[in-house]
């Protein structure tokens, strides 16, 4: 995520500068409301408000500067939403992945506001979306093989435990030999897992052989390319920056690709009055987490620190439903993908597996 491009929105001058002489701007200046956003409303009929807070840090700086430093400026992140009378924030983008992923900055807001990462929520719908996309394509998830590329993270660890109660085989994809193998003894001692459980450090191999591909890496680079993947295969994207290259929707006509979190906000007039790429109503899954936790009127915090349970994330989906909350139409490389295009994708599959006549 570039800060100049993201800054430029809001200060158009600041386009115009090189991202270094941004960050060095950026990092002397405080956070800065960036617009209101007006009309989410229940199913239940409950109603709420909130704000959309710009936190002047580029990707880079979140990954690298002191945790010291990032802390502070999300603890004042929170200090003013507190002040304008919010009751929890939400940790979006890289803020989430930052240090000990809101552990601290939750700790530190203790009692003046409550905080999430929106994680939970990202799960639920990148698994849910994953199913969805397999229903579409007609690979029947319940005999599927599954590969989760990042399979260690505090994402993909979750994702696959999901994924284990409700799919054939599971390959768990990442550069980690005993990290992976501990995650697999974790899942087959979970009484709801059916899968075969794998330890997959070649992804490559493990590519070629999956119906289904979940990708959660933090690898920062493309991973996952059009050679690798097998006819039909449905693949969701959920990393960011991006693990699938986009050379596999530029080549591969077979193979369906779509991108996790993408959420329908419940009201009839909700407005961000800010314009952050999606079709109108439209949030990302961790941004929708933080306006069903306002909702649902909740006093605590709620997705914080790296080890999220299944426990939570099926209890956020079940938040979500209540509230009106769901997928949106799918979306890959910015792109809308309608029910008609991946009904192409799956012609193009059956043709090249059925045989040829003589
Ligand atoms: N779309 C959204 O709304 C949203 C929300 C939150 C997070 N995310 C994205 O989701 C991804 C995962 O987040 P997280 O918090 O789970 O990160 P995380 O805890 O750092 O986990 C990332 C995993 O990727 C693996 N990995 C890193 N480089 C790899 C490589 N070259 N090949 C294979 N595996 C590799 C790591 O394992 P090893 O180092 O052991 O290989 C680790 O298990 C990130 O890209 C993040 O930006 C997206």
Same mark, same amino acid.
């Given at each position: 995520?570039?800060?100049?491009?993201?800054?430029?929105?809001?200060?158009?001058?600041?386009?115009?500068?090189?991202?270094?002489?941004?960050?060095?701007?950026?990092?002397?200046?405080?956070?800065?409301?960036?617009?209101?956003?007006?009309?989410?409303?229940?199913?239940?009929?409950?109603?709420?408000?909130?704000?959309?807070?710009?936190?002047?840090?580029?990707?880079?700086?979140?990954?690298?500067?002191?945790?010291?430093?990032?802390?502070?400026?999300?603890?004042?992140?929170?200090?003013?939403?507190?002040?304008?009378?919010?009751?929890?924030?939400?940790?979006?983008?890289?803020?989430?992945?930052?240090?000990?992923?809101?552990? !601290?900055?939750?700790?530190?807001?203790?009692?003046?506001?409550?905080?999430?990462?929106?994680?939970?929520?990202?799960?639920?719908?990148?698994?849910?979306?994953?199913? /969805?996309?397999?229903?579409?394509?007609?690979?029947?998830?319940?005999?599927? +093989?599954?590969?989760?590329?990042?399979? !260690?993270?505090?994402?993909?660890?979750?994702?696959?435990?999901?994924?284990?109660?409700?799919?054939?085989?599971?390959?768990?994809?990442?550069?980690?030999?005993?990290?992976?193998?501990?995650?697999?003894?974790?899942?087959?001692?979970?009484?709801?897992?059916?899968?075969?459980?794998?330890?997959?450090?070649?992804?490559?191999?493990?590519?070629?052989?999956?119906?289904?591909?979940?990708?959660? +890496?933090?690898?920062?680079?493309?991973?996952?390319?059009?050679?690798?993947?097998?006819?039909?295969?449905?693949?969701?994207?959920?990393?960011?920056?991006?693990?699938? +290259?986009?050379?596999?929707?530029?080549?591969?006509?077979?193979?369906?690709?779509?991108?996790?979190?993408?959420? !329908?906000?419940?009201?009839?007039?909700?407005?961000?009055? @800010?314009?952050?790429? @999606?079709?109108?109503?439209?949030?990302?899954?961790?941004?929708?987490?933080?306006?069903?936790?306002?909702?649902?009127?909740?006093?605590?915090?709620?997705?914080?620190?790296?080890?999220?349970?299944?426990?939570?994330?099926?209890?956020?989906?079940?938040?979500?439903? /209540?509230?009106? @909350?769901?997928?949106?139409?799918?979306?890959?490389?910015?792109?809308?993908?309608?029910?008609?295009?991946?009904?192409?994708?799956?012609?193009?599959?059956?043709?090249?597996?059925?045989?040829?006549?003589?």
């Amino acid at each position: 995520m570039e800060l100049r491009r993201d800054a430029a929105r809001k200060y158009p001058i600041l386009g115009l500068l090189p991202e270094r002489a941004v960050e060095q701007i950026a990092l002397r200046l405080s956070p800065k409301w960036m617009s209101e956003i007006t009309g989410i409303e229940s199913k239940t009929g409950a109603e709420t408000n909130g704000y959309f807070i710009g936190c002047p840090f580029s990707t880079r700086q979140l990954l690298t500067l002191p945790d010291e430093v990032v802390y502070k400026k999300l603890v004042e992140c929170g200090q003013m939403s507190a002040d304008r009378g919010a009751k929890i924030i939400g940790l979006g983008a890289y803020t989430s992945v930052a240090g000990d992923a809101g552990e !601290t900055v939750a700790e530190r807001l203790k009692g003046i506001i409550n905080v999430t990462t929106g994680n939970s929520y990202t799960v639920y719908t990148a698994v849910e979306g994953l199913l /969805k996309g397999a229903e579409l394509m007609g690979v029947e998830a319940a005999n599927a +093989s599954v590969a989760i590329v990042g399979a !260690t993270g505090s994402i993909g660890a979750v994702c696959a435990k999901i994924l284990a109660a409700q799919v054939g085989e599971v390959a768990l994809v990442g550069r980690d030999i005993s990290k992976l193998e501990k995650l697999k003894a974790d899942i087959e001692a979970r009484s709801d897992c059916r899968a075969v459980v794998k330890v997959a450090p070649e992804i490559r191999a493990a590519l070629k052989e999956a119906d289904l591909v979940l990708a959660v +890496s933090s690898a920062g680079k493309e991973l996952v390319f059009p050679e690798d993947l097998k006819i039909g295969a449905v693949v969701c994207d959920v990393a960011r920056p991006r693990d699938v +290259s986009k050379t596999v929707v530029e080549n591969r006509d077979d193979v369906l690709v779509i991108e996790g979190g993408v959420i !329908t906000v419940p009201g009839s007039n909700v407005n961000f009055n @800010f314009t952050f790429g @999606f079709p109108p109503s439209t949030a990302f899954a961790c941004m929708s987490e933080t306006m069903i936790l306002s909702l649902e009127g909740t006093n605590e915090s709620y997705t914080l620190g790296r080890d999220l349970t299944v426990e939570q994330v099926m209890n956020m989906g079940k938040l979500a439903k /209540k509230h009106g @909350f769901e997928l949106a139409g799918f979306r890959s490389f910015e792109v809308a993908v309608s029910d008609a295009d991946i009904e192409k994708v799956r012609q193009n599959a059956q043709r090249k597996l059925r045989p040829v006549a003589a």
